[in-house]
């Protein structure tokens, strides 16, 4: 089972945003198997250091799966070969002995680069503070059993609410279109009652956010649900896209006129 | 320096009520006039960020990542306690402070803890408000399980991602109030120092981690939610970017470091595979509620774990603690599996680790109700591990986890430098010598959404607070010492890389501090980590530079405060001669190896001052007191 494995790397190399970019190999050899993808990469930056060159920038924290922090397109796709999972979920018993391996970072208007494979995403922040949430302020909540929530409701939300905001579904995208992402939130609060009040303008002002980001448009790839680490469904595009028109038939509702743009 | 907890008097039930009563309130006009600084953006940082910029204060928020939803408060799994009694099983305010405490093994603040047993219960009222999905039944009802050191069932959970749920909630309150202009948030930032001006605290200086400008932030008050220090440990199942540095600087600065020593190794993780491991990952403790621990009784047993009957298998956590069984507190089952392992009954293939199998579970209630409780965990070990939970046992160890230690505050949460606050798993306050499950998230949310809302106020409508700005000569001073600790690590140029470091002292840590303590190795380690330290500084190898986005550089300045506040962990260690909860002293313990206190000379908490480089750091004592809770040997038997 374990083992060991010699692989070539193909590493996107950039300074910072203003700097050109490109392709650096690095031979990394005697990789154990039982390593996973950022340890891997964590062994190569030593050995880059001890040689005097600068280690590979790459975005991490959690190293499991749920904080979104990790990033990269692995030979062309988001997070790696398998789907269903994050990069730091990648464990090198995925690959055989002299496997050449392209890195490169999440691509898109939105993610400005920051250097070599680490983006900001900033952009989802910000489509978040145009409505990703139910308005209410501490203290103000009354027992949390006088809401009776069907459990399939809950579950449904919960599968929406999965999302781990790490910009895969842009990379993975041709129009680098966050459609999934605002859908995840959007389909979530929908489905509960505590969404209910600002159903309309949440999804108005979250897609206006996310256009006004620079992220494209939908055109029905499904290419983000194939890379979602969370297994976020396409039909919660649907969903949204079914909340956005309802939205522009019946209008924001006051509230948004009341408080400008938030 | 006294130490003041400044606990309201009267009785225990009716404190937090009498204190919010007589603290000072700050007019609601004048709250936009007053800034603050909330560094961390976990449970505890969000939730404060989120509810004083509804009060109506001007916050500036700081996070290392590249957005405040990623803080290292996203990994939580397993669920968060209550004092709800919906499942009529007994619960009560009163119960899980009990609990709290004595799972603490009688070395938290009665009063803090009550306090948090009171709020729990709004504390869930909040988070279904902001839409948070925890899981329901049937009926559509909020639904409950267990965990350690608890016999009823009061932890609410939103599958294996409780965590994420509930920071995504307070991130969205948090996020509304960055919408409204209420709260300015800066991402990719580190605080590097804290900055005191007439021995208030009154900002920070922190680094831009993606052009590595240095910054200078002003603020009316400070607070710290910036987690804990597991990573000390180098390895464990904290985030990678979790770190000592704010807390640690802030002590070098003036606020108490109390209780250092304790620090929570958890029994369910996925064992230490290989060489180049760079973290553990947690299996929640939830998965004991069915899941099965246990070990052959033949040593050295080889066969698969499905091939060994019943009759041969040791439950020995059934067997030597059959009122809880499973469910012992942390402390008791770590200790209980590396005392299996030590005695040559550990298994797999580095034969540290046991098993925590699911085999009863499945035949009673099926596969897809355990998927539906631990779907998520268990895809997680599949993942990393390549074995099938469903068909195999899972193979566990225990791995450093949380740390109950941090800086010392007095009930209102601040620190013993006025105005400098400190929430969550950062500050020392609630979970005495080890934290029962769940109760993390609890005391994270507590602190953000209900105490600090209520006790700033007192401090900021006290007065005394004169104007300063930026241009202050302290943090001239502040920037000056962040500036010249950066060049000093860039000019070392070295051979060897900060992981190796950070390595080297996990491994001491580990080795003298870890689920053992003795005085020898205490001392060994008092004379080791000083040596790391200079030839951290000789031979460290950090390159680039310091303005621009460099790794390397913030990992080699985490290391070197490790390396520094090391030393005092291992002090504290020392000098707490006695065991409890986390800190297992081996000389002292029960003839059933049980940890044993000494009430008579440590029922206090230690809270360390700062004197200088090369200076001895000072002792102080808060002796603890306890008018409600009867202090007991813990026995889960
Ligand atoms: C894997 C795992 C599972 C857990 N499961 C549970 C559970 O089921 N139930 C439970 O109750 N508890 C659980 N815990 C514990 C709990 O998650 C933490 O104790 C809690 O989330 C801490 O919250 P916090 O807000 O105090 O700090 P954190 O969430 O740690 O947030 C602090 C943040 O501050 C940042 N920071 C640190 N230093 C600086 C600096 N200098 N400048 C700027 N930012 C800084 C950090 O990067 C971090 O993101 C778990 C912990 C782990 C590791
Ligand atoms: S590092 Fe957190 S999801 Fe990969």
Redesign the interface.
């Known amino acids: 089972?374990t083992g060991t494995i010699d692989i070539t790397l193909k590493v996107w190399r950039q300074?910072?945003a203003a700097s050109a970019g490109g392709f650096e190999t690095y031979e990394a050899k005697g990789v154990?198997t039982?390593?996973?993808f950022?340890?891997m990469l964590?062994?190569v930056n030593?050995d880059l250091?001890?040689k005097?060159?600068?280690?590979i920038?790459f975005?991490?924290?959690?190293?499991?799966?749920?904080?979104?922090?990790c990033s990269l397109v692995i030979d062309g796709r988001a997070h790696g070969p398998d789907g269903g999972?994050t990069t730091c979920?990648l464990?090198m018993?995925r690959y055989k002995n002299n496997d050449v391996i392209t890195v490169e970072p999440f691509r898109a208007k939105a993610f400005p680069l920051?250097?070599d494979l680490?983006v900001?995403?900033?952009s989802?922040?910000s489509i978040?503070?145009?409505g990703?949430?139910?308005?209410?302020?501490?203290?103000?909540?009354?027992?949390?059993?006088v809401?009776?929530?069907?459990?399939h409701k809950?579950?449904s939300?919960?599968d929406a609410?999965?999302c781990?905001?790490c910009g895969a579904c842009v990379a993975a995208c041709p129009n680098a279109s966050a459609m999934l992402f605002v859908a995840a939130k959007v389909s979530?609060?929908a489905q509960?009652p505590?969404?209910g009040p600002e159903r309309e303008r949440r999804v108005l002002n979250m897609m206006a956010a996310h256009d006004e980001a620079g992220f494209g448009a939908c055109s029905n790839e499904y290419e983000c649900e194939a890379v979602c680490p969370k297994d976020i469904s396409v039909s919660h595009i649907a969903r949204l896209n079914r909340e956005y028109l309802r939205a522009l038939a019946l209008g924001p509702g006051e509230h948004q006129a009341a408080s400008g743009?938030? | 320096m006294t130490l003041d907890a400044k606990i309201p008097s009267g009785p225990i039930e009716k404190k937090w009520d009498k204190h919010r009563f007589d603290l000072k309130l700050v007019n609601p006009a004048n709250k936009r006039k007053y800034d603050v600084l909330v560094v961390g953006t976990g449970l505890a940082g969000a939730?404060a960020a989120?509810?004083l910029a509804?009060l109506g204060y001007n916050v500036t928020a700081l996070c290392i990542?590249?957005?405040?939803?990623?803080?290292?408060s996203?990994?939580a799994q397993g669920g968060i306690n209550a004092a709800?009694n919906?499942p009529n099983d007994g619960d009560s305010v009163w119960r899980l402070f009990y609990d709290t405490v004595k799972g603490g093994d009688y070395r938290a603040r009665e009063a803090n803890v009550y306090r948090l047993a009171q709020v729990s219960v709004?504390i869930?009222?909040?988070?279904?408000?902001?839409?948070v999905?925890?899981?329901?039944?049937?009926?559509?009802?909020?639904d409950n399980r267990s965990f350690g050191g608890a016999q009823v069932s009061r932890t609410f959970y939103?599958?294996g991602?409780t965590?994420?749920?509930l920071l995504?909630g307070a991130?969205?309150?948090l996020?509304?109030q960055?919408?409204?202009g209420k709260v300015r948030?800066l991402?990719?930032r580190e605080m590097l120092d804290l900055v005191v001006v007439n021995g208030k605290a009154r900002g920070v200086i922190a680094r831009n981690l993606?052009d590595g400008k240095i910054e200078r932030y002003a603020a009316h008050a400070v607070l710290l939610c910036t987690g804990g220090y597991g990573n000390v440990f180098f390895l464990s199942t904290n985030?990678?970017?979790s770190n000592v540095t704010a807390t640690w600087r802030a002590h070098r600065r003036g606020a108490y470091f109390a209780n250092p020593c304790y620090t929570q190794i958890h029994p369910t993780c996925i064992p230490v595979?290989?060489?180049?491991?760079?973290?553990l990952?947690l299996m929640s403790e939830s998965l004991r509620n069915d899941g099965r621990v246990w070990v052959p009784k033949k040593k050295g047993d080889t066969r698969a774990p499905n091939d060994i009957p019943d009759a041969e298998r040791d439950y020995y956590l059934e067997r030597r603690y059959p009122s809880f069984g499973n469910l012992v507190p942390r402390d008791v089952a770590s200790r209980a599996a590396k005392k299996a392992c030590d005695e040559g009954f550990g298994v797999g293939p580095t034969k540290l680790a046991v098993y925590l199998d699911f085999r009863d579970a499945l035949k009673r209630v099926g596969a897809e109700t355990i998927k539906e409780k631990y779907g998520n965990l268990l895809d997680?070990y599949h993942?990393?591990t390549?074995e099938d939970p469903y068909k195999v046992p899972m193979r566990i160890y225990p791995a450093v986890h949380y740390t109950m230690g941090g800086l010392w505050v007095d009930y209102n949460l601040m620190s013993t430098v006025p105005g400098l606050f400190v929430l969550g798993e950062a500050n020392f306050s609630d979970h005495g010598a080890n934290r029962l499950g769940a109760s993390a998230l609890m005391q994270g949310l507590a602190d953000g959404?209900?105490v600090i809302?209520s006790t700033l106020g007192g401090y900021l409508a006290a007065g005394g607070i004169e104007a300063v700005g930026t241009d202050a000569a302290e943090f001239s001073e502040a920037e000056a010492a962040v500036n010249a600790r950066v060049s000093k690590l860039l000019a070392v140029k070295g051979?060897r890389?900060t992981?190796?470091f950070h390595r080297d002292l996990g491994r001491l840590v580990w080795d003298h501090c870890g689920m053992g303590r003795t005085e020898a190795g205490l001392k060994k380690l008092l004379t080791a980590i000083p040596e790391l330290r200079e030839r951290f500084y000789k031979e460290v190898?950090v390159?680039?530079g310091g303005m621009?986005?460099n790794?390397?550089l913030e990992r080699a300045g985490r290391v070197a405060d490790y390396l520094e506040f090391a030393e005092l962990l291992a002090l504290d260690a020392l000098e707490r001669r006695e065991s409890c909860g986390g800190h297992f002293r081996e000389e002292y313990q029960t003839p059933e190896n049980e940890a044993r206190r000494d009430d008579e000379n440590f029922a206090h908490v230690a809270a360390w001052e700062f004197k200088g480089d090369g200076k001895a750091p000072a002792r102080h004592v808060e002796p603890l007191s306890f008018e409600n809770v009867h202090l007991t040997q813990r026995s889960y038997k």
């Not at chain 1, 959690?62 to 922090?69: D, K, L, Q, S, V």
């Not at chain 2, 869930?124 to 839409?131: F, N, R, S, T």
């Not at chain 2, 595979?273 to 973290?279: L, R």
């Open positions: 089972m300074k910072d154990s039982e390593m996973s950022l340890e964590d062994v030593e250091q001890k005097g060159r600068d280690p920038a975005d991490h924290d959690c190293r499991e799966g749920i904080c979104g922090m999972q979920q464990h018993r920051v250097r680490v900001d995403r900033c989802f922040d978040m503070q145009a990703g949430y139910v308005s209410v302020s501490t203290g103000q909540a009354p027992d949390a059993s809401l009776l929530i069907p459990k809950a579950d939300a919960m609410a999965a781990i905001g979530q609060l509960l505590q969404g743009a938030g | 939730s989120a509810s509804e990542q590249d957005s405040p939803r990623r803080a290292h996203i990994a709800k919906y709004n869930i009222d909040q988070c279904v408000a902001q839409g999905p925890f899981a329901r039944d049937y009926g559509g009802y909020l939103a599958r991602q965590g994420q749920q995504l991130y969205g309150a996020s509304r960055v919408e409204k948030l991402a990719r993606v985030a990678a970017n595979a290989g060489e180049n491991q760079s973290k990952t997680m993942h990393i390549n959404y209900f809302p051979k890389t992981l190796e190898c390159l680039g621009e986005f790794q390397a």
